[in-house]
């Protein structure tokens, strides 16, 4: 029986959290992922349902704080349902070269 590897689950994980720091310190972030859902709905992305779902949630985290508390919630969450939602986050480039080689998982095989 071959034992799964959590490692890069864990990694995922923590870059989610990561985020959710990042945009409470820096909100203004979430213009960038903003505009790529924008970029990504106008293409028409197979994704389109759970891209209107980020464009809701990060709408409401720049609008109120109880929006980013939402918003901050679901980046830190680690079930089933947001681990399907992370998997189309608006996210990309917003992050450091430095700051993104930490979430890098070498594989090893």
């Not at 679901?74 to 399907?84: G, S």
């Amino acid at each position: 029986m071959h034992e799964h590897d959590d490692t890069g689950d864990k990694l995922e994980h923590a870059y989610f959290c990561y985020l959710a720091d990042k945009f409470e310190r820096e909100p203004e972030l979430l213009r960038r992922a903003q505009a790529t859902v924008q970029r990504w709905l106008s293409i028409d992305h197979h994704g389109a349902k759970q891209l209107l779902s980020w464009q809701e949630l990060i709408i409401s985290a720049l609008e109120t704080q109880a929006g980013m508390s939402r918003l901050c919630k679901v980046l830190r969450a680690d079930d089933e349902e947001t681990r399907f939602l992370k998997g189309f986050a608006p996210f990309p480039g917003l992050l450091s070269r430095a700051e993104k080689k930490q979430f890098l998982c070498a594989s090893r095989h």
